[in-house]
């Protein structure tokens, strides 16, 4: 017996030795040398990128599209791991708090109280942007602040997206363009309406599009204020959504999944182009139209960046220069995979560039330009994200 | 040497669990159990998953144990091995495709009916093969000794077969007691959002948002843990002496 | 009569509606296949390290007696009621100090706890159902360890191996927020492109994934039905021909 439990210990130990970790983090002067020589360095070397992976049409976009360009641009091989963004952010805490420095994500997508964690642990790299060249692009407005949070040059940002509501036009004939007329109509279609759950950032945004149009500007601006009204909206609604409101979809995907099966009559999402490619596709109804209500929309930015213990940050950086590209934002403007608004500042590219952008059809389940005019939101400060998703299952969906 | 040996086993299971268990203790305070146990979206949690698992347990165990005595001698028992082939995830799927558009059981009921199904779509096998070895090898001669000494058919049944079935019956519904109570996909692809099922719950206490809530969760893992340990010591401390007996041969 | 009613209830519950799974026309997913050699490599390893600590943790159980193995037998059950996803957090943590995350063996080590606890009850009532006696009339048989496992308790335990090998099968192939965590992304199985696949917009890739989930465990049972078919073959050919000579 004894011979066995001693053998056993030694298995566990010579087992355990074959786990020792590499014992050579990658220094910290990444950032002082110049694009040059990283982009030289970053040759055939592989890349993580750690991002929500729900929509077919963005991984399609990073599978088929940006990872062979990085390939043959840069012979850089681009691994895409579909984890969501509230898991990398918990694997990035135990990591540091074990002082794992050298970890396995090289980019991370990230914004709104994902970035607002990892900014306040000192989750990130570093100041990242100043060493890309293709910065000089970026709208300087939708990269100095993260929903409220100033980003410090700790991210970079990749796209730029309205809120918008989309609806079946064969099924609804008059649509309502304000939350009043949402409740009315709500009330007179039961069942036809719902929303995701507030731990989706989808439905959380959808409560704060509520504070927006119920609250007042003074309660608006205060984080830890009671937002009665806005309960109470949502209260009101509630005995005529889906399902009676007895439950909400899990995600932004389910209710996707409910309007393209004719369950309910409405989606919703950051993003105005996002019905294109669905609709293309076949997987949402061909009359599904846009509305943008009077209460508002909020303007929503989302970034990369790059972890504090990035196995490869020279790879890394040259990704997150070629997603800020004029040409792939193009192509992820666009309706083949995605449909994402670009992060670019139109004017500062060359005029055949501009011309591009603008050719790009927009499909009738896209809202004109002028739409938006007078109805854009900025973000809420980001610890209203926290408290909505506190309060919500007591005081709505209980 | 060849009656085995259950050290390493022990003490792989062991380590790893007290460990975890350890590190989640320490990440709490006093404080956070009184915030769990006066938390009534916790309780009410703690309450559905009850429901759930035991009503899905019960059933499971009778309907499997019914089948494992009807099918038992039949080549056709292999039949109920597929179901053992699909994931749980895979089962929830199966429930999307077919219940979606049916009302009272379809996917997002409160009554978590398709849940329940879905259980014992996984779980009715499960029962059935954990006990089918113990049914083949029921020894029939204790029947008939039971007849030859005019038994009554309860007592006969107790002494033939039943005496047998107790400990791994027990077993398995403990196992689907505790799997179910705290299973996470499930119970998140087709459970209601209000109240959620304990797995759901906690998971999503220790993922969103900041770090507030998790101790929370691990107050709850503790709690949990705790009760479970005290219902398994009892049934192990109950049933041991009858396996014990049996695994000899001179039951009763 | 009734048992042939009670089949035809288990065939259209349980079988029949396996067949809304059956594909139009078969398309290959490319991320999806980039995964299996890492999940086949894992379900090999954790299916033999379940049969090693099993076999020998299972039959100690049935067997012996005394405070100490049931204490072992206690601890050994632990994981089945404890909450293992929640337990790993804090696991994670050493895993990282110890160099096991994010890799391999730190997977197959915390793949482990929601299998052995399983595989270690189905020996154990394997065991129970054969009985000390009639182990004890194999050690007077065949004194060679290793041949009377071949020869006798193996093939005697055929339903419980192949029990162990696919409940171990099924349960390592849809973990999926433990091979996330501990494996953060690096340790590649199936189930990281299945759960995203689930809750996702696209039905058709759900379904892609739903059929390779169910097809591992089928593939790794008929190979081992293979292997048992002609491990029996084997035995019997020997005895009988060990018997032949002995009556000549």
């Known amino acids: ?398 | 040497m060849w009656r085995g040996n259950a050290y390493p086993a022990a003490l792989l299971m062991a380590g790893m669990v007290l460990y975890g268990l350890w590190v989640s203790v320490s990440m709490t305070s006093p404080a956070d159990y009184h915030e769990l146990l006066t938390d009534d979206v916790f309780l009410e949690s703690l309450a559905v998953s009850s429901y759930v698992a035991i009503v899905s347990t019960i059933i499971a165990l009778i309907i499997g144990v019914i089948l494992a005595r009807i099918l038992s001698r039949t080549r056709l028992a292999a039949l109920l091995a597929i179901p053992l082939f699909i994931p749980h995830l895979g089962a929830a799927y199966l429930a999307i495709l077919y219940l979606s558009d049916v009302p009272v059981i379809g996917p997002h009921e409160g009554n978590y009916f398709s849940v329940m199904l879905t259980y014992l779509y996984k779980e009715i096998p499960f029962v059935f093969f954990y006990l089918l070895p113990v049914v083949r090898r029921l020894d029939s001669r204790y029947q008939e000794l039971g007849i030859m000494l005019g038994l009554s058919p309860v007592r006969r049944f107790w002494h033939a077969r039943g005496v047998f079935l107790l400990v791994p019956i027990l077993e398995a519904g403990f196992i689907l007691l505790a799997f179910i109570s705290f299973a996470y996909e499930i119970p998140a692809l087709l459970g209601v959002t209000y109240p959620k099922l304990l797995g759901v719950y906690a998971f999503d206490l220790y993922t969103q948002g900041d770090l507030s809530d998790q101790p929370l969760a691990f107050a709850m893992s503790v709690v949990l843990t705790g009760g479970l340990f005290l219902l398994l010591v009892l049934m192990t401390g109950l049933t041991r002496p009858l396996a014990t007996k049996i695994s000899r041969g001179r039951s009763e | 009569m009734k048992k042939t009613s009670v089949i035809l209830c288990v065939v259209l519950l349980f079988i029949v509606p396996l067949i809304g799974l059956i594909p139009g026309e078969w398309t290959w997913n490319l991320r999806l296949e980039a995964t299996l050699g890492t999940t086949v490599a894992m379900i090999c390893a954790v299916v033999l390290l379940n049969h090693l600590f099993g076999y020998m943790a299972g039959k100690a159980i049935a067997f012996q007696t005394g405070k100490r193995i049931r204490m072992a037998e206690f601890l050994i059950s632990l994981p089945l009621f404890v909450p293992v996803l929640l337990l790993s957090f804090g696991l994670y943590l050493t895993w990282i100090r110890l160099g096991l995350a994010d890799r391999f063996f730190g997977v197959l080590l915390v793949l482990l706890l929601p299998t052995l606890p399983y595989t270690v009850r189905l020996y154990t009532n394997g065991f129970q159902a054969l009985g000390e006696r009639m182990l004890e009339q194999m050690v007077l048989l065949e004194g060679n360890r290793f041949k009377r496992w071949f020869y006798l308790t193996g093939p005697m335990l055929r339903s419980t191996l192949q029990s162990v090998t696919l409940l171990v099968t099924v349960i390592t192939i849809s973990q999926y927020a433990l091979v996330a965590l501990i494996g953060g992304g690096i340790v590649r199985m199936i189930a990281l492109e299945v759960f995203p696949a689930y809750s996702g917009n696209s039905q058709e890739a759900a379904r892609q994934a739903t059929l390779w989930l169910i097809g591992l465990p089928v593939l790794f049972y008929a190979l081992q039905a293979v292997i048992f078919s002609s491990w029996i073959r084997i035995v019997r050919r020997r005895l009988n021909g060990s018997h032949d000579t002995t009556s000549q």
């Open chain 1, 1 to 398: 017996m004894k011979k066995k439990v001693i053998s056993f210990l030694a298995l566990g130990t010579l087992l355990a030795g074959c786990g020792t970790p590499d014992a050579t983090p990658e220094p910290k002067n990444v950032l002082g040398t110049s694009y040059q020589t990283i982009e030289k360095e970053a040759e055939k070397s592989t890349v993580r990128m750690y991002m929500w992976g729900g929509d077919e049409g963005i991984n399609a976009y990073i599978d088929e599209y940006v990872a062979p360009r990085l390939k043959k641009e840069h012979n850089i091989t681009l691994e895409r791991v579909p984890i969501e963004t509230a898991d990398i952010i918990q694997k990035l805490r135990a990591e540091k708090q074990a002082g794992k420095e050298k970890g396995v994500i090289d980019v991370v997508w990230i914004n709104g109280d994902n970035f607002l964690n990892a900014k306040k642990d000192d989750l990130l790299y570093g100041e990242i942007t100043k060493v890309l060249p293709n910065m000089k692009y970026v709208d300087a407005a939708a990269q100095s602040s993260d929903s409220g949070t100033k980003t410090e040059s700790l991210e970079a940002a990749w796209g730029k997206v309205q809120y918008t509501l989309h609806y079946d036009a064969a099924d609804v004939k008059s649509p309502p363009t304000d939350l009043k007329a949402l409740k009315s109509w709500v009330k007179e279609n039961p069942g036809r309406f719902t929303y995701p759950e507030v731990t989706d950032f989808t439905g959380n945004a959808f409560v704060r599009h509520v504070m927006y149009g119920v609250e007042s500007n003074a309660t608006l601006k205060d984080p830890k204020a009671d937002f009665k009204k806005t309960w109470a909206y949502l209260n009101e609604i509630k005995p005529y959504l889906w399902k009676k409101g007895k439950t909400y979809p899990k995600t932004l995907a389910q209710l996707d999944q409910l309007y393209a099966n004719g369950d309910v009559d409405f989606t919703m999402g950051f993003n105005e182009r996002r019905a294109e490619q669905e609709v293309k596709s076949g997987t949402f109804p061909k009359q599904t139209r846009p509305i943008v209500l009077k209460d508002g929309s909020i303007a929503s930015t989302h970034f990369l960046s790059v972890p504090f213990n990035a196995p490869n940050p020279k790879g890394a950086l040259v990704t997150i220069n070629t997603l800020l590209s004029p040409e792939a934002q193009l192509k992820k403007y666009d309706a083949t995979y995605w449909g994402d608004g670009t992060s670019l500042d139109l004017s500062t590219l060359e005029s055949s560039e501009q011309k591009q952008f603008a050719d790009v059809p927009a499909a009738s389940s896209t809202p004109k330009p002028s739409v938006f005019e007078g109805k854009v939101r900025t973000e809420l400060d980001p610890s209203v994200f926290e408290m909505i998703r506190k309060e919500w299952p007591s005081r709505v969906a209980r």
